[in-house]
């Protein structure tokens, strides 16, 4: 394992946001769905491709707080610009687990 500085965390901007759509994203290469997730007020509303269709149904994962990378550049996947990375950790399956916080926080809350 790489070690870091604690001036690299700093740089990654991990916030907390809530999923307000997930739609099915049949042009994925692997199931996903394309995820609108708000940030808040400040930060708005953002889209992502998620590979989460092993574990979650589209319709249970609107109103979930998940944490999402929001510094990192766009990127084209199929027909769609992702505005964020959505964390997760791979189960024993090699499906993937949403990261999320435990307790309710404002959205767009920052990872410290």
Not at 15 to 37: C, H, N, Q, S
Not at 41 to 53: D, H, I
Not at 62 to 89: D, W, Y
């Amino acid at each position: 394992m790489q070690t870091i500085s604690w001036g690299d965390f700093e740089k990654v901007e991990l916030r907390v946001g809530r999923i307000v759509a997930a739609d099915p994203f049949p042009e994925a290469r692997k199931p996903a769905y394309v995820l609108r997730i708000d940030f808040g007020e400040t930060l708005g509303v953002r889209k992502s491709s998620a590979q989460v269709t092993g574990l979650y149904a589209a319709e249970e994962l609107v109103g979930r707080l998940v944490v999402a990378v929001l510094n990192f550049p766009n990127k084209q996947i199929g027909p769609l610009m992702s505005e964020c990375l959505v964390t997760g950790f791979h189960n024993a399956d090699g499906e993937v687990a949403l990261c999320v916080p435990d307790r309710e926080v404002p959205l767009g809350a920052r990872l410290l």
